[in-house]
Nanobody, 123 residues
Framework: QVQLVESGGGLVQAGGSLRLSCAAS????????MAWFRQAPGKEREFVAY????????YYTDSVKGRFTISRDNAKNTVYLQMNSLRPEDTAVYFC????????????????WGQGTQVTVSS
């Protein structure tokens, strides 16, 4: 079992930055591919970024490339999402996710979810 707790969301103006954190409990955190997804009102949950267990493989959805950075600290059982140059269209609830597989793009295959943290970007 892996429990995930996100933090760091909030309200920011367009062009601003936020750093999301996801603290994991469970003895096998370092073996999971970790990811961030987001869900805007009235829309489906969408993939944002994932990072492999070692940090050696990272993948972003096109709309956040060059603006967001995913990272992890296995010693602290924590994964991060640094979000820069935020846009109003980034407004959503952001979810941390853990996947026992080698990628974490498909939300239907995610093993564990956090409860989500709200990010609101004002124009």
């Amino acid at each position: 079992q892996v429990q995930l707790v996100e933090s760091g969301g909030g309200l920011v103006q367009a062009g601003g930055s936020l750093r999301l954190s996801c603290a994991a409990s469970g003895r096998t955190f370092s073996s999971y591919t970790m990811a961030w997804f987001r869900q805007a009102p009235g829309k489906e949950r969408e993939f944002v970024a994932y990072i492999s267990w070692s940090g050696g493989r990272i993948y972003y959805t096109d709309s956040v490339k060059g603006r967001f950075t995913i990272s992890r600290d296995n010693a602290k059982n924590t994964v991060y999402l640094q979000m820069n140059s935020l846009r109003p269209e980034d407004t959503a609830v952001y979810f941390c996710a853990a996947d026992a597989g080698t990628s974490a793009i498909n939300s239907r295959l995610i093993d564990y979810w956090g409860q989500g943290t709200q990010v609101t970007v004002s124009s």
